[in-house]
């Protein structure tokens, strides 16, 4: 990005609300000598050099169903920063809290709930907050086809966006339905590690039904002395290197280098279900990072130090519609698609990996071509899985 440009979306929000913005700012601005008239989105020029276009506000009439909407997303955004708040506020608040948290750090320090299949609440999956917040963009669910809930699956979803909202929305709860979309499975939507050392925001995700993302985990699921079946994962596969990725109108998939997943499915033989989420990079901006750029370069050493990578991403505003890190009101449509057998094999070759991958790739392109016309007409260009 040259100095002095601003990087932004040709159309940054589908939303209803700004029709009624934009009458609200139907006054016009004029200059010194009231001969030109400057419209709400149009670039100031101080100079030579380039002002931000003018803000669109929201206006003060929006329904409330819509409000109620936004403020559920706020919600879940600073939900991260409001547990650790609330943790270092005991730690400092009096002797009483200061106990009581250094008990809970005890506790989380030894607690292993996130390995072994989570702790489901449904009253906590169940609660309008979460319909609320699948409303804003909003998430849709499809599937292709019923699945088997005698038999164990390892769901695939694609892509990685920014923080997988609707990986989150569909299998972190219930505001889509999914235990009635597909009856019978209990389905844990699997995240790093790191997010259970995060004080009380833990045991949000492990009452969500959330579990971790390591082999540990996935193996107590799907063979461990308490699995059973329809028990089944949910792994967002092109983790951080692909969150890099999630730029609006495109979709590249990092996925020919994973096959960990698919030595997992074959040693428990659970079935492969390929899962897109159509419209997943639309509900950000993300700041240019091609690859040899200094941003990229930053961004790849923290997630090698850190295992996740800073993505450098902006979106609209509780009040504006165009500065912010709210996520823009953009359709996410979520479907999983045929599943694939795999077989128990005790003894897991090179041969059988690529087979199974081969496989698995088609599913995920098949996908994508029979919705992409329907779901993303305003791509910029096709799949890329690299």
């Not at 989380?108 to 169940?126: C, I, N």
Request: aromatic share 10%.
């Amino acid at each position: 990005m040259q100095s002095g440009e601003i990087h932004r979306s040709a159309s940054p929000e589908t939303d209803p609300d700004t029709t009624l913005a934009d009458k609200s700012m139907s006054g016009s601005t004029h200059s010194k000598d009231s001969t030109k008239t400057l419209k709400p989105n149009s670039i100031l020029q101080l100079g030579s050099i380039p002002m931000p276009p003018m803000p669109k506000f929201a206006p003060l009439s929006v329904p409330m169903p819509r409000r109620r909407q936004t403020a559920s997303v706020l919600l879940w955004m600073v939900l991260v920063p409001l547990c650790v708040g609330l943790f270092l506020e005991m730690l400092l608040f009096s002797y009483i809290t200061r106990t009581i948290a250094l008990v809970y750090f005890l506790y989380v320090m030894q607690d292993k709930g996130q390995e072994l299949g989570a702790r489901r609440m449904d009253w906590l999956r169940s609660l309008s907050v979460w319909v609320w917040f699948a409303d804003f963009f909003p998430v849709s669910f499809r599937k292709e086809s019923d699945l088997d809930p005698s038999k164990n699956y390892i769901f695939g979803y694609h892509p990685h966006g920014v923080i997988s909202i609707g990986a989150f929305t569909t299998f972190g709860t219930e505001s889509r339905n999914i235990a009635q979309q597909l009856p019978g499975l209990n389905i844990r939507l699997l995240t790093l590690e790191t997010n259970f050392k995060i004080p009380f925001w833990r045991d949000i995700l492990l009452f969500l039904n959330v579990a971790s993302a390591d082999k540990k985990s996935i193996n107590y699921i799907l063979g461990g002395p308490k699995s059973k079946p329809g028990d089944s994962v949910m792994l967002v596969l092109g983790g951080a290197a692909e969150s890099l990725e999630a730029f609006p109108n495109t979709n590249k998939i990092v996925l020919k280098g994973r096959l960990g997943f698919i030595k997992l499915a074959l040693q428990h033989g659970a079935t492969l279900v390929p899962t897109f989420a159509f419209g997943e990079n639309d509900i950000w901006d993300q700041v240019p990072n091609p690859k040899g750029s200094y941003v990229r370069k930053f961004q790849t050493m923290f997630k090698d130090i850190a295992s996740f990578s800073p993505v450098l991403f902006h979106g609209r505003g509780i009040f504006t519609y165009d500065y912010g890190i709210m996520p823009y009101r953009k359709p996410i449509t979520v479907v999983t698609g045929i599943p694939i057998d795999c077989p128990k094999l005790d003894t897991v070759t090179e041969e059988d990996l690529k087979r199974v991958q081969q496989l698995y790739i088609a599913g995920v392109q098949s996908l994508y071509d029979k919705y992409k016309d329907e779901l993303l007409p305003n791509r910029k260009e096709e799949l890329i899985i690299i």
